[in-house]
């Protein structure tokens, strides 16, 4: 069918010397185009080089994509044209990636003027998937990827009515972050061009599409949508869901979207959505997407929140009925700024993303909330950092403490752990109380303005906050050290919190064998969230389970449907031998497919024998519930090889 599909035997090295003719040769002597494409040039050839992608975007890119998908619920198939209007410097190969997407034909030109060209697909890399070498003339600017998804397009969720909380209509949403959107788009998937996108999007008509783009409120009769996002972004921001959805508006450019089921609930736990922009906005100036919606998606999804332009999707594990989870909203809402408007070049320099994030993410919730509260959520955090840091350090990567990462030939969600998060937050925390918060904020802020829809790398930022901080201050600060240094620098800041301590000592009383709800009437609400994980922290991994079950009956820490608190109480659970847990851990296992609660809880269990064969019981079952990333980090965990 396909007449250049070779069956990604050749390497592909040897495929890219066939195409590459000599570039820049054809210009003619028309000395305006050559000057036009001189600047380009300089604009392009200034990208960086990213490990994780095939595409030759320093001799042809993508300016703008325009997207016709048809959704295909019946086939689990999304069938979709890509056109790409591209800025060539001159190149008669244009190169994109893909992974477990079936091309069907490639043409050039603009629509109603295309002509099929040849194309060849290159060795396929268990990671990166394939590159996609598409011959075009030396000034080619438009190509039209024609192509259909398969059962390894790794970003797509398919749901089952089931699995939704109406249990009457399938769902589909998209997952692209880190490099899963070449396996539902062909594109140049990286994170160091960006693009404008346009899409016209056919569902089934009892179905409602929404993407990171202007979004419709309401269903229309026919199932067809069109989408724009006129601001540039990075591939791996290009995102889609498709369900049966109802909108809730929660200010004049805010609101939430879900199934109906749940829209009380969810406009509840986020009333306020519209304080927490504003109060962004204050610290870091003008929020650039106009609106800020939030889905909330089914389970599996695999994390707490994805900052999808103007539409954050979240997981319903959120929603704790006590707005306890807020931040997580305020982190995707930080996004806004750091990762979206300034994006990190490559992967490796993930915590430009993160580690801004989280320090964005603690100030709104110290504007909105207080200190007290900010420092509690920070605390939490740098538990575990500290903890990470130590597996770490004792791993097959010691070097992944750095901030900046070396991912090469590895699957960049390797980088997801809170180095790249809390470190990268640590970091500027600990840079601003070395200069000061107003100086740390005008810095903040200039740093937004100056790269506002550009992507940096670490090195780019080290420049920048020698040349417009420390240098200026005359600060000599060990920046090195907390880029290309391991672990965490001496001069970290340390928090305390009271609140925390008392929680702590509290934990304390109830491992010496205490009965700590005696005379006194101790409730779940008198602490937050994250008090009770420095609770359960606290207690010695060999408690007497005598001691659990008290906590238990006071507090049912076991199914109170906070999943925060219900991981750490499984995890300590199966470490003291606390069996009677188990059916509500299975409960969760198989409604949850967030990563941050499976890992955990599946890594414990995987500690002992007799655990791992209630594990991979569970497991079984629950696999098929999941996103397709966390299938592939449990599968490994768990060495689960389905027939
Ligand atoms: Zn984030």
Redesign the pocket.
Known sequence: MQPYYYAMKIPFSSLFVLFLLPLFSACGGNEALENEANSKKVKISQQVRDAHSYANTNEIRTKHLHLELEVDFSTKTIYGVARHEMTNLGTDTAIFDIRGLEIQKVTIGSKGNEINTDYVIGQEDEILGAPLSVKIKQNTENVNIYYKTTDHSGALDWLDPQLTEGKKHPYLYTQGQAILTRTWIPCQDTPANRITYSADVQVPTDLMAVMSAKNPTQRNKQGKYHFEMHQPIPAYLIALAVGNLSYRSLGKNCGVYTEPELINAVAWEFVDLNKMIQTAEDLYGKYEWEQYDVIILPYSFPFG?M?NPRLTFANPTLIAGDRSLISVIA??LA?SWS?NLVTNATWDDFWL??GF??YFENRIMEALYGKEVADILALIEFQELEQEVKDIQAGDHPNDTYLKLALDGRDPDEGMTSIA?VKGAFFLKTLEETVGRAKFDAFMKAYFKAYKFQTLTTEMFEAYLQEHLLIPEGINFNTKDWLYGKGIPDNCVRLHSPRFEHVEALAVQLAEGKNIFKGKNLKRSDYVTQEWQAFIRKLPRDIDIAQLKLVDEHLNFKACGNAEIMTEWYVLGIQAGYDELRPEMAKLLKKVGRRKFLLPIYRELAKSEKNMSFAHQVYREARKNYHSISVKTMDDLLKYHPN
Do not use: I, L, M, R
Request: aromatic share 10%.
């Open positions: 929140g900052e982190h995707e996004h990762g993303n993160e994030t989280v998060y």
